[in-house]
């Protein structure tokens, strides 16, 4: 299930819970507890209470346990494979044509707005350390771009289903989460993943979750499978 901090109830006094450490308390539980189901659509701003300028797309994952038997049993045990994970940013303009991308053979948009952190090729680190992270200055972003999806694939070909702690978020300036996706548990046999979508709404940026499975190497196998959300 894809979930998603929201605000609804709290931001409208959000004054309020700055000032009281026992609201602020129940405000960070609230965050935490609501579920964005997919195809749900909410307004970045309102969720933060405040207009976003930031945010960041963050892919984690870690490297895969592998039995190895050995030579007539002589040095069977497990053994760590790395797994290539990725992230991307897809643009496209209101007639839903692919305008640019960011991934890990382009690390930035045109524009400049829009920054890859590299590639990551085989996971690894600190439960819930992100590999692989896309940061977003909306504020820059050209309004002939009018909607970016984030997908993520599994260039190695793994299914998520056999990768541990793999998830990906989205993420607010201050390191608050907007939304996540655990692919370890939520993956099955597929190989990519249409994760959520930004795009413009009365001159204000809203999310639609969308959690769409797919099979593909790179964001260019989704392509027709993301047609339907543009």
């Not at 709290?10 to 609501?34: C, H, Q």
């Not at 590299?118 to 771009?145: F, M, Q, V, Y």
């Amino acid at each position: 299930m894809m979930t998603i901090q929201t605000v609804e109830n709290f931001g409208r006094n959000r004054s309020l819970v700055d000032d009281n450490p026992a609201f602020t308390a129940k405000y960070e539980e609230i965050r935490m507890a609501i579920n964005l189901q997919k195809g749900q659509r909410i307004s970045l701003e309102k969720e933060a209470g405040r207009g976003l300028n930031r945010v960041v797309m963050g892919l984690g994952w870690g490297m895969k346990q592998v039995q190895s038997k050995g030579f007539l049993g002589i040095g069977a045990g497990s053994r760590q494979k790395a797994v290539d994970l990725d992230a991307s940013c897809l643009l496209f303009d209101a007639a839903g044509a692919l305008i640019d991308t960011v991934w890990f053979r382009q690390l930035a948009s045109h524009c400049g707005s829009i920054q890859h952190s590299g590639d990551d090729r085989s996971g690894g680190g600190e439960t819930g350390t992100e590999n692989e992270r896309i940061s977003l200055e909306l504020g820059r972003i050209p309004t002939a771009a009018q909607t970016l999806v984030f997908t993520v694939n599994s260039f190695s070909g793994e299914s998520f289903t056999g990768i541990p702690n793999a998830f990906c978020r989205l993420v607010d300036e201050a390191g608050g989460e907007i939304a996540r996706f655990d692919l370890t548990l939520e993956g099955g046999d597929y190989t990519g993943l249409i994760m959520s979508k930004l795009y413009r709404h009365n001159s204000e940026w809203k999310m639609q979750a969308i959690g769409e499975h797919a099979e593909g190497r790179t964001f260019h196998d989704l392509l027709p499978a993301l047609k339907p959300y543009l």
